[in-house]
């Protein structure tokens, strides 16, 4: 605290000067494009768009279905997590639901609704498995289908980590005390994790509600409000004002959301140690959970299977014969192999970026004598970038960057990117590098070396294995969305996720899976990439 | 007439948040003695150790190095250094890249000969390519000595440098620094809570209380001469409530 | 000092990292992924064409572009003919394309409020007159198709016109373009409206639609594809397809309706832009799309439009019929208004 460094002065500029070009800004422009009228600043176009009978169902229908959705979620993942954490259980089957919940975050979401509409339509593979359509795919259900498998991966990583801060002696305890399975259930299971189901209960409805794949591929009529700001700003002639106003309704549930996560924050217990004893023995609630669980997730799992069957036959679903002319004319196609190039290095970019300049925020915030000020500076644009939905921030970007050269290039899809997905790693990065010695700056200061330079050779390679992941979450993320680019790609920057959408005009079912196979596959490479360096650094060091 | 000290303090005040830490402290040390400051947790010990290391800045009074003020002088350029109580080694170097790591710096403070002699008068010879995690507590501590005895410090300054290790070694860790500092008549300046240790290994013992100084002396002068009840009641008693069980302890085995 | 330095490039390239990201506005754009050539400032940069054309045509359009040594020097980005007709009045010639293939109605509309295209300096031997600014690609034909297996299994009769799609025994088995996205289904519109008139044609477009339910479909060939896949029994479409269908032995059918078989045009104009290079590679584009892509165009749009271009029986329609007001937007968006009031 002696002297501010002048290098760490210019990373924290630096940081700042980002988020306010990059995300103060144009929500600043979305809030005053929404309030401009003819008659200067009121809530004239906010009145125009409530009274707008459709915009009002779309609204309600997306506060209902998320809502419906995201209890759905809560129990199946707080199912899934409970079955992992507290159940006897075989590990082979753990380890299935833990790597099975993860195949749909490898993909974007608006692949799910073409799995669904393939898997339960009425010429399904489901529904062939079953002999009858199981439900009516467009609209309310199979939306209702495609957000909770969307949501699920989510709300059970979030129910997963919270069981596993659980001291297991209290289960013990309660064994001892004479509890029955409920009153044990609910003291020592339900009661530590309320916080969290609220908070998975929370991140479901919000990413349903924000979330644009789903609702695009099998809405049908139903209509929801990422879809209604989709038609009011690409349907016709861009309408700024109203779908400004759309933005900022989107905006409010999700701002409301977070801010109501903060608050279940407290909620959570904080045991003083957490010890790994064994689990009572119960062979009735581990078959029960246990094979919920394996359901469950071959469920999920299945409503994929069609994606991998359909593009490798010759004319799904009458003529089953193998055939690889769909994926050969889809690999061998200049147009497509280079929308593909296109995804990838825009999540190349982003992940090195976007990875760079959250690690150095999370520097600068845990590890320097920055003021408090400046730290909750930091924080709140985390969480800022946090809450805005993906096709607002891509929306406001659309409005500030319109008449700038960063208008139609890669670099703005990027930074939208960078700025979207930009929370979670920063905590990833803070969390990890509060852990590491604080003493290693002034005893690298002391061995000569400048600040950067003791970031270089002793912060970093202590902290690799996190930015690895960092660089996964990144590149996974970017090469899913669609909701933080659809405004913002063009013809010469078409991503694999917009393509997607442009393929649903024809409805090209088989070169669209071929597309989420390659996402999948990439997806999948990185991700076993990053645990393969993982393993390889964590070897390295023996521990 | 005294020599004149290595380092001054003088009338050091410095408050935190509106609460004063330290004030009024005078401190006078002599080239070559290892001086303990003794205190408890809150004493503001540990904020004395970081202003003489240049860490925190002083809000008033001045400090003296070979009789020139480096009250405003950054850590770097006062040429101190520290070993801290977790040691603070680089997980991602082993144990000889640590050793070695300020030399990459500047390749003057230490020749290649005087690094082999720190190895083995610390021992280190054959722990020198273990990772850090694969190390013992007391192998970590000389390791971080030696990468700080490397930089050549002109004041070694340790914070609790036997806290952290098991029982059984402690006594031959404080023989060591003890060897140390006459090896190479090196001032150095521990920071420790406990009493036992300051008064054993010490040339002078610092005690402070609530941020003033309660007694500097000899540890002679402190057992014979305590300035104060606080003296009396928290440190006198417990070493011979320690005495006393370690004499009866011995008294029974012989009996 | 040397050490000093090394800090200081390190400290440097980190910040670059960071504020290079910042440097917002200014900065050039993106450059291209690695490998694809960056265009330098003299040569042409690759064409965007933008069409609201379906998979065939845009399939034959890619082939003749990409025989004629193209393939790495233009992207095509389809979209819905709405969104595509939006974006031409909105943006004028500040749009991202070079070339667009577009309903004619369109090109008339936005070469008549902007003039926004060049006009084409080849000679293309059409049939008809057109103006200079578009060539025809080709002209589509409305018609109703039907999946022979669902029929059956559902024991349903084979319907004759659009009325009989409203009846009660069809209920959620049928599936139309919407107006508001797709010019396949004004298609439709024109042949309700000039059978019936506005007043009846309003209560048999709402009876289809509620028969619909949740199958009107954004895309022209989105009926097709839910007849294709069983997803309805019968929709309507482009007749062309449904011909193909058949002929590949798919369980499909067509029926010429009643009221009539309408037509559409679409036209390929080159945008006209300062950037002279690539108008001229957009021109060339242009070209090789009439010369050599109309001859598989043909065979999914079976319209003569060239002199020398032939057509089977099978596919010339049965009850082919011209809408008695000249096609335009604002006709467009009358019939859209007429569909919405229907819902």
């Given at each position: 605290?002696?002297?501010?460094?002048?290098?760490?002065?210019?990373?924290?500029?630096?940081?700042?000067?980002?988020?306010?070009?990059?995300?103060?800004?144009?929500?600043?422009?979305?809030?005053?494009?929404?309030?401009?009228?003819?008659?200067?600043?009121?809530?004239?176009?906010?009145?125009?768009?409530?009274?707008?009978?459709?915009?009002?169902?779309?609204?309600?229908?997306?506060?209902?279905?998320?809502?419906?959705?995201?209890?759905?979620?809560?129990?199946?993942?707080?199912?899934?997590?409970?079955?992992?954490?507290?159940?006897?259980?075989?590990?082979?089957?753990?380890?299935?639901?833990?790597?099975?919940?993860?195949?749909?975050?490898?993909?974007?979401?608006?692949?799910?609704?073409?799995?669904?509409?393939?898997?339960?339509?009425?010429?399904?593979?489901?529904?062939?498995?079953?002999?009858?359509?199981?439900?009516?795919?467009?609209?309310?259900?199979?939306?209702?289908?495609?957000?909770?498998?969307?949501?699920?991966?989510?709300?059970?990583?979030?129910?997963?980590?919270?069981?596993?801060?659980?001291?297991?002696?209290?289960?013990?305890?309660?064994?001892?005390?004479?509890?029955?399975?409920?009153?044990?259930?609910?003291?020592?299971?339900?009661?530590?994790?309320?916080?969290?189901?609220?908070?998975?209960?929370?991140?479901?409805?919000?990413?349903?509600?924000?979330?644009?794949?789903?609702?695009?591929?099998?809405?049908?009529?139903?209509?929801?409000?990422?879809?209604?700001?989709?038609?009011?700003?690409?349907?016709?002639?861009?309408?700024?004002?109203?779908?400004?106003?759309?933005?900022?309704?989107?905006?409010?549930?999700?701002?409301?959301?977070?801010?109501?996560?903060?608050?279940?924050?407290?909620?959570?217990?904080?045991?003083?140690?957490?010890?790994?004893?064994?689990?009572?023995?119960?062979?009735?609630?581990?078959?029960?959970?246990?094979?919920?669980?394996?359901?469950?997730?071959?469920?999920?799992?299945?409503?994929?299977?069609?994606?991998?069957?359909?593009?490798?036959?010759?004319?799904?679903?009458?003529?089953?014969?193998?055939?690889?002319?769909?994926?050969?004319?889809?690999?061998?196609?200049?147009?497509?192999?280079?929308?593909?190039?296109?995804?990838?290095f825009v999540a190349v970019a982003a992940a090195v970026a976007g990875t760079?300049i959250?690690?150095?925020?999370?520097?600068?915030?845990?590890?320097?004598?920055?003021?408090?000020?400046?730290?909750?500076?930091?924080?709140?644009?985390?969480?800022?970038?946090?809450?805005?939905?993906?096709?607002?921030?891509?929306?406001?970007?659309?409005?500030?960057?319109?008449?700038?050269?960063?208008?139609?290039?890669f670099?703005?899809l990027i930074i939208s990117n960078i700025v979207h997905f930009f929370?979670?790693?920063?905590?990833?990065?803070?969390?990890?590098?509060?852990?590491?010695?604080?003493?290693?700056?002034?005893?690298?200061?002391?061995?000569?070396?400048?600040?950067?330079?003791?970031?270089?050779?002793?912060?970093?390679?202590?902290?690799?294995?996190?930015?690895?992941?960092?660089f996964?979450?990144f590149f996974?993320n970017s090469m899913?969305t669609?909701?933080a680019i659809?405004?913002?790609?063009?013809?010469?920057?078409?991503?694999?996720?917009?393509?997607?959408?442009?393929?649903?005009?024809?409805?090209?079912?088989?070169?669209?899976?071929?597309?989420?196979?390659?996402?999948?596959?990439?997806?999948?490479?990185?991700?076993?990439?990053?645990?393969?360096?993982?393993?390889?650094?964590?070897?390295?060091?023996?521990? | 007439?005294?020599?004149?000290?290595?380092?001054?303090?003088?009338?050091?005040?410095?408050?935190?948040?509106?609460?004063?830490?330290?004030?009024?402290?005078?401190?006078?040390?002599?080239?070559?003695?290892?001086?303990?400051?003794?205190?408890?947790?809150?004493?503001?010990?540990?904020?004395?150790?970081?202003?003489?290391?240049?860490?925190?800045?002083?809000?008033?009074?001045?400090?003296?190095?070979?009789?020139?003020?480096?009250?405003?002088?950054?850590?770097?350029?006062?040429?101190?250094?520290?070993?801290?109580?977790?040691?603070?080694?680089?997980?991602?170097?082993?144990?000889?890249?640590?050793?070695?790591?300020?030399?990459?710096?500047?390749?003057?403070?230490?020749?290649?000969?005087?690094?082999?002699?720190?190895?083995?008068?610390?021992?280190?010879?054959?722990?020198?390519?273990?990772?850090?995690?694969?190390?013992?507590?007391?192998?970590?501590?000389?390791?971080?000595?030696?990468?700080?005895?490397?930089?050549?410090?002109?004041?070694?300054?340790?914070?609790?440098?036997?806290?952290?290790?098991?029982?059984?070694?402690?006594?031959?860790?404080?023989?060591?620094?003890?060897?140390?500092?006459?090896?190479?008549?090196?001032?150095?300046?521990?920071?420790?809570?406990?009493?036992?240790?300051?008064?054993?290994?010490?040339?002078?013992?610092?005690?402070?209380?609530?941020?003033?100084?309660?007694?500097?002396?000899?540890?002679?002068?402190?057992?014979?001469?305590?300035?104060?009840?606080?003296?009396?009641?928290?440190?006198?008693?417990?070493?011979?409530?320690?005495?006393?069980?370690?004499?009866?302890?011995?008294?029974?085995?012989?009996? | 000092?040397?050490?000093?330095?090394?800090?200081?490039?390190?400290?440097?390239?980190?910040?670059?990292?960071?504020?290079?990201l910042?440097?917002?506005?200014?900065?050039?754009?993106?450059?291209?992924?690695?490998?694809?050539?960056?265009?330098?400032?003299?040569?042409?940069?690759?064409?965007?064409?933008?069409?609201?054309?379906?998979?065939?045509?845009?399939?034959?359009?890619?082939?003749?572009?990409?025989?004629?040594?193209?393939?790495?020097?233009?992207?095509?980005?389809?979209?819905?003919?709405?969104?595509?007709?939006?974006?031409?009045?909105?943006?004028?010639?500040?749009?991202?394309?070079?070339?667009?293939?577009?309903?004619?109605?369109?090109?008339?509309?936005?070469?008549?409020?902007?003039?926004?295209?060049?006009?084409?300096?080849?000679?293309?031997?059409?049939?008809?007159?057109?103006?200079?600014?578009?060539?025809?690609?080709?002209?589509?034909?409305?018609?109703?198709?039907?999946?022979?297996?669902?029929?059956?299994?559902?024991?349903?009769?084979?319907?004759?016109?659009?009325?009989?799609?409203?009846?009660?025994?069809?209920?959620?088995?049928?599936?139309?373009?919407?107006?508001?996205?797709?010019?396949?289904?004004?298609?439709?519109?024109?042949?309700?409206?000039?059978?019936?008139?506005?007043?009846?044609?309003?209560?048999?477009?709402?009876?289809?639609?509620?028969?619909?339910?949740?199958?009107?479909?954004?895309?022209?060939?989105?009926?097709?594809?839910?007849?294709?896949?069983?997803?309805?029994?019968?929709?309507?479409?482009?007749?062309?397809?449904?011909?193909?269908?058949?002929?590949?032995?798919?369980?499909?059918?067509?029926?010429?309706?009643?009221?009539?078989?309408?037509?559409?045009?679409?036209?390929?104009?080159?945008?006209?832009?300062?950037?002279?290079?690539?108008?001229?590679?957009?021109?060339?584009?242009?070209?090789?799309?009439?010369?050599?892509?109309?001859?598989?165009?043909?065979?999914?749009?079976?319209?003569?439009?060239?002199?020398?271009?032939?057509?089977?029986?099978?596919?010339?329609?049965?009850?082919?019929?011209?809408?008695?007001?000249?096609?335009?937007?604002?006709?467009?968006?009358?019939?859209?208004?007429?569909?919405?009031?229907?819902?």
């Open positions: 605290m002696h002297k501010k460094k002048p290098e760490i002065r210019l990373v924290l500029l630096g940081i700042l000067a980002f988020f306010a070009v990059f995300l103060a800004a144009p929500l600043g422009v979305l809030l005053i494009t929404s309030l401009k009228s003819a008659n200067g600043i009121d809530f004239a176009n906010y009145i125009t768009v409530l009274q707008d009978k459709s915009v009002v169902k779309a609204i309600g229908n997306s506060v209902n279905i998320s809502a419906v959705a995201a209890l759905i979620t809560t129990v199946l993942a707080f199912i899934l997590a409970y079955t992992v954490n507290f159940t006897q259980t075989a590990n082979s089957l753990k380890s299935l639901i833990r790597l099975g919940i993860v195949v749909p975050m490898l993909l974007p979401s608006i692949t799910y609704g073409f799995a669904i509409i393939y898997s339960f339509g009425k010429q399904g593979l489901l529904t062939k498995l079953y002999g009858v359509e199981l439900f009516q795919i467009y609209g309310f259900q199979g939306l209702l289908v495609g957000y909770v498998i969307y949501t699920l991966p989510f709300a059970f990583f979030l129910l997963n980590n919270s069981f596993s801060y659980i001291d297991k002696k209290y289960l013990i305890v309660s064994e001892l005390m004479g509890d029955g399975f409920w009153r044990s259930f609910t003291n020592t299971t339900v009661r530590p994790l309320i916080g969290t189901i609220g908070g998975a209960f929370v991140v479901s409805f919000i990413l349903s509600f924000t979330d644009f794949g789903i609702p695009a591929s099998v809405g049908g009529n139903y209509n929801m409000i990422a879809t209604e700001l989709y038609q009011v700003m690409l349907g016709a002639i861009p309408d700024f004002p109203n779908g400004s106003v759309i933005a900022m309704l989107m905006l409010l549930p999700a701002f409301a959301g977070v801010c109501f996560l903060n608050y279940l924050e407290r909620f959570n217990f904080a045991y003083d140690t957490i010890s790994t004893t064994g689990l009572p023995d119960n062979k009735l609630r581990d078959l029960i959970f246990g094979g919920a669980s394996v359901l469950l997730v071959i469920a999920v799992l299945a409503v994929f299977l069609v994606m991998f069957i359909a593009p490798f036959v010759k004319n799904y679903p009458y003529d089953m014969q193998f055939s690889t002319e769909f994926v050969q004319n889809a690999l061998f196609n200049r147009a497509m192999v280079s929308v593909y190039e296109n995804s990838i760079i959250a690690y150095c925020a999370a520097l600068v915030n845990v590890r320097s004598a920055i003021t408090k000020r400046e730290r909750i500076i930091i924080d709140m644009t985390a969480m800022i970038a946090n809450t805005v939905p993906g096709m607002v921030l891509g929306l406001a970007f659309l409005m500030f960057f319109n008449d700038s050269e960063l208008k139609g290039t670099l703005i929370t979670t790693p920063y905590l990833m990065a803070k969390n990890c590098l509060s852990k590491l010695n604080p003493a290693w700056e002034t005893t690298g200061e002391l061995m000569g070396d400048t600040w950067i330079k003791t970031v270089l050779r002793v912060i970093v390679p202590n902290s690799l294995a996190t930015i690895v992941d960092m996964g979450y996974i899913v669609i909701s659809i405004f913002l790609v063009t013809a010469r920057t078409a991503l694999v996720t917009s393509k997607i959408k442009e393929l649903q005009h024809f409805a090209s079912f088989n070169e669209i899976f071929v597309l989420s196979i390659l996402i999948f596959v990439t997806n999948l490479v990185v991700r076993l990439g990053c645990d393969f360096a993982n393993k390889q650094l964590s070897s390295g060091t023996n521990r | 007439m005294a020599v004149k000290p290595v380092l001054e303090l003088k009338n050091i005040r410095k408050q935190f948040a509106g609460k004063v830490v330290l004030d009024g402290i005078d401190l006078e040390i002599q080239k070559g003695e290892l001086v303990s400051m003794l205190g408890t947790s809150g004493s503001g010990k540990t904020t004395l150790l970081n202003i003489i290391l240049g860490l925190t800045s002083i809000d008033s009074g001045s400090i003296f190095f070979e009789g020139v003020d480096i009250s405003r002088t950054s850590m770097k350029e006062r040429g101190f250094n520290i070993v801290f109580q977790d040691y603070a080694l680089f997980p991602n170097l082993n144990a000889y890249k640590n050793i070695i790591y300020g030399l990459q710096n500047r390749q003057n403070w230490s020749g290649k000969e005087e690094i082999d002699e720190l190895i083995d008068f610390l021992e280190l010879r054959e722990h020198l390519d273990k990772k850090i995690h694969q190390l013992s507590g007391g192998q970590k501590q000389r390791v971080a000595l030696a990468r700080t005895l490397v930089t050549k410090p002109k004041i070694l300054l340790l914070d609790e440098p036997l806290s952290a290790l098991d029982g059984v070694i402690k006594e031959t860790i404080k023989e060591r620094i003890k060897a140390i500092t006459k090896r190479y008549n090196l001032t150095t300046i521990i920071v420790t809570h406990d009493p036992e240790e300051a008064l054993t290994m010490s040339d002078k013992v610092m005690i402070l209380d609530q941020g003033v100084v309660s007694q500097y002396g000899t540890p002679e002068q402190v057992i014979n001469q305590p300035r104060n009840g606080f003296i009396e009641e928290f440190i006198l008693r417990q070493l011979r409530i320690k005495r006393d069980n370690i004499y009866g302890l011995f008294q029974e085995c012989h009996a | 000092m040397k050490k000093t330095k090394h800090a200081l490039l390190a400290l440097v390239a980190l910040l670059t990292l960071v504020l290079g910042t440097g917002c506005g200014s900065s050039k754009p993106a450059s291209a992924p690695a490998g694809k050539s960056a265009p330098s400032a003299t040569s042409a940069k690759k064409v965007v064409i933008y069409t609201n054309a379906d998979k065939e045509a845009t399939d034959a359009m890619q082939k003749s572009l990409n025989e004629a040594g193209f393939a790495d020097k233009y992207v095509m980005q389809t979209l819905g003919t709405s969104e595509l007709g939006g974006k031409l009045m909105a943006e004028g010639d500040k749009i991202e394309a070079n070339l667009v293939t577009m309903s004619s109605y369109f090109l008339d509309s936005a070469q008549a409020k902007h003039k926004m295209f060049v006009d084409l300096n080849f000679d293309t031997k059409a049939l008809g007159k057109y103006p200079a600014y578009y060539a025809p690609i080709l002209a589509n034909t409305g018609a109703i198709f039907v999946n022979t297996q669902v029929l059956k299994d559902k024991n349903l009769p084979m319907p004759k016109s659009v009325k009989d799609l409203t009846r009660d025994e069809y209920k959620g088995l049928v599936s139309i373009p919407n107006i508001m996205n797709s010019s396949t289904a004004w298609l439709l519109i024109q042949s309700i409206i000039s059978q019936y008139g506005e007043v009846e044609g309003k209560v048999v477009l709402n009876k289809l639609i509620q028969n619909c339910g949740p199958h009107i479909e954004k895309s022209g060939s989105g009926p097709i594809k839910k007849v294709r896949a069983g997803e309805v029994a019968v929709g309507f479409g482009l007749r062309h397809q449904a011909v193909a269908d058949k002929a590949a032995g798919k369980p499909i059918n067509f029926v010429d309706p009643t009221e009539g078989n309408y037509s559409l045009t679409e036209g390929v104009s080159v945008v006209k832009k300062a950037d002279a290079a690539t108008t001229q590679l957009a021109m060339e584009m242009a070209k090789v799309i009439i010369g050599k892509a109309r001859a598989s165009l043909i065979k999914d749009y079976p319209v003569a439009l060239y002199q020398g271009e032939t057509v089977t029986d099978l596919n010339k329609p049965g009850n082919p019929k011209l809408f008695a007001k000249p096609l335009t937007v604002e006709l467009l968006a009358e019939h859209q208004k007429f569909f919405k009031a229907a819902q």
